[in-house]
């Protein structure tokens, strides 16, 4: 019996584009933000209501938030999409990877955000929105200049496979 094709040639066609590198300082400054904000509650839940679960839960946090500080790096290295013939495929996670394929002549919508710590590093979110929800994706830590790049791209195939060209 023949060897059949992969169905989702990723080594093919284009290498894997990531993130910038300093996107990592935007994740580090959320998951500080987030653990800060939860042992703060813990703390005050503990000291107005003397609940001594509630010590235990924020020490379990600030360990969470430290361990979560720690596969930072990994995390945003992770990220990278690949653009192939007819479609986009865009990756993320460590433990629990994540692929989706988004196909050129499906896209509706492409636009650029950027948040503040973004603007201050330069960086930008690129969203792909397609009719079908499950396959909308977002490429976080893009350059501001591979961002405009990308989606002039992004663009230009999608208006070119809708035209059937």
């Known amino acids: 019996m023949p060897e059949l094709p992969s169905r989702l040639d990723l080594a093919g066609e284009t290498g894997w584009q990531r993130v910038s590198p300093r996107y990592v300082v935007v994740e580090v400054v959320g998951t500080i933000i987030a653990g800060t904000l939860a042992c703060t509650a813990a703390a005050a839940i503990w000291y107005l209501l003397?609940?001594?679960?509630?010590?235990?839960?924020?020490?379990?946090?600030?360990?969470?938030?430290?361990?979560?500080?720690?596969?930072?790096?990994?995390?945003?290295?992770?990220?990278?999409?690949?653009?192939?013939?007819?479609?986009?495929?865009?990756?993320?996670?460590?433990?629990?990877?994540?692929?989706?394929?988004?196909?050129?002549?499906?896209?509706?919508?492409?636009?650029?955000?950027?948040?503040?710590i973004d603007r201050w590093l330069g960086l930008a979110d690129l969203k792909l929105v397609t009719a079908a929800a499950a396959t909308g994706v977002a490429i976080p830590g893009l350059t501001q200049v591979d961002a405009e790049r990308l989606r002039d791209r992004l663009v230009e195939l999608a208006e070119s496979r809708r035209a059937g060209l």
């Open 50 to 116: 003397e609940l001594q679960w509630a010590l235990y839960a924020g020490a379990g946090v600030a360990l969470i938030t430290l361990l979560s500080l720690l596969f930072e790096p990994r995390r945003v290295r992770s990220i990278g999409y690949q653009l192939r013939r007819d479609d986009l495929v865009f990756r993320r996670g460590i433990m629990f990877q994540r692929f989706v394929a988004v196909p050129y002549g499906r896209m509706q919508l492409v636009d650029i955000t950027r948040g503040p």
